[in-house]
């Protein structure tokens, strides 16, 4: 957590406009109260570092006042750039949460780009969302919280879970999801479960991790044995199933490897909870996360009404 200081709030009454500091603002569920770009949509309320200004005055060579580049809050503490999506500030009773980084500049078509000959906003800027509102003034405290992303791995394993071979698939996934997130630079936590092959604690399992979890992950049972039963299982719970994910990693991969083509693997949705079913071969789940991660970030902004197209 980083705590932040808010060092003027800003309101306009048309967008592309400059914004004038005013003694407070009341935040609501569509932003900020008589600005124009209160609605119904992601962009509801604007931040700014002063640390930014700072910076663009002296290029500009000129004082900066607090709102010029169209900030709703203007604050010291952290270079926001630094912060991503889903990310969260609490200042008082009021829940930002991040939904863009920066955005595109429309040049000579902005009054604000008329009138001050360039906007930090673009670059330097970030966007969020109200997930709480309350009032926030000039020299208010609060704490930017970056995102926990969470995924819960359950392999399924008559034998691995009673010790006779280690649970080398899971560990994989572990490994795998790590780096996938250490390379985007978020925060994360694994919760990693061994079971046997048991439908009913299968079920249980995930009924307890549905939207408790950004992810759910589980490797074995997806053939057409006797023990095979993932899908059968997991398939009824999905609020919305995913069929293109699987159906296209069975295709790239079943071209020179037909058995691929036997898996049932499943993907899909239960509340705000990504669920991915997967084979129980190390070989296998190396080739289905390689295809998920490419889309993970995608799916989990998605998931939660973010367009980042």
Request: glycine letters at 8%; proline letters at 4%; a neutral charge.
């Amino acid at each position: 957590m980083i705590p932040i200081k808010i060092d003027s709030v800003n309101v306009s009454e048309k967008k592309g406009t400059v914004k004038h500091a005013v003694p407070q603002i009341i935040v609501n569920l569509n932003g900020v109260v008589h600005d124009a770009h209160a609605g119904d949509w992601h962009r509801q309320v604007s931040m700014l570092s002063t640390e930014s200004i700072s910076k663009f005055e002296k290029e500009a060579k000129r004082k900066i006042k607090f709102g010029e580049f169209a900030e709703n809050l203007t604050i010291t503490g952290m270079n926001l750039i630094d912060s991503a999506p889903l990310d969260t500030f609490i200042i008082n009773d009021v829940e930002l949460e991040v939904t863009q980084i920066g955005k595109k500049c429309h040049g000579d078509s902005c009054a604000i780009f008329r009138e001050v000959g360039n906007c930090v906003m673009p670059k330097e800027g970030i966007f969020c969302r109200v997930r709480h509102g309350g009032t926030i003034k000039a020299g208010d405290k609060g704490t930017f919280i970056p995102k926990i992303f969470t995924t819960h791995i359950i392999t399924l394993s008559d034998r691995a879970s009673k010790g006779i071979y280690e649970d080398r698939s899971g560990q994989r996934i572990v490994e795998l999801t790590e780096h996938y997130f250490e390379s985007k630079k978020r925060r994360q936590k694994i919760q990693k479960t061994l079971i046997p092959d048991d439908p009913q604690l299968l079920e249980q399992l995930i009924l307890e991790s549905a939207n408790k979890y950004d992810i759910i992950i589980t490797t074995g049972g997806t053939g057409i044995g006797p023990k095979d039963f993932t899908p059968d299982v997991i398939k009824p719970m999905l609020d919305k199933e995913i069929p293109g994910i699987m159906d296209m990693i069975r295709i790239k991969y079943g071209q020179e490897k037909p058995n691929a083509l036997i898996s049932r693997s499943v993907a899909g949705v239960i509340g705000n909870t990504l669920v991915f079913v997967l084979p129980g071969s190390v070989k296998a789940v190396e080739e289905y996360m390689k295809e998920i991660l490419n889309l993970l970030e995608h799916l989990i902004y998605m998931l939660r009404g973010l367009d980042t197209h």
